[in-house]
């Protein structure tokens, strides 16, 4: 299954606690921040602070994610920043 989790508006500390716990239930998490960054922390603050491993996508990762190295994401969950208001 794939889940979308938000990563909150600030820092490591912003998803919820519902997205925490799917977190902690991941197979794999993967993160992008091209569309927007969280201002209080940094992927090494949100591995530290949730007790996992993130592999951030760039663009064309997330995009193409038909791709093989990705085939996993069925049993993956995935915070994904919210798009930037503009």
């Not at 922390?41 to 995009?63: C, N, Q, S, T």
Request: contains cysteine; charged residues 30%; aromatic residues 6%.
């Amino acid at each position: 299954m794939l889940t979308f989790i938000g990563l909150g508006l600030y820092d490591e500390g912003s998803i919820t606690r519902e997205g925490e716990t799917a977190l902690r239930a991941a197979d794999r998490v993967f993160a992008e921040f091209y569309t927007s960054r969280l201002l209080g922390a940094d992927v090494d603050d949100l591995e530290a602070h949730h007790g996992i491993e993130i592999e951030v996508r760039d663009r064309a990762g997330v995009e193409q994610i038909r791709n093989r190295s990705c085939r996993p994401l069925r049993t993956a969950m995935s915070p994904f920043s919210p798009p930037a208001i503009r």
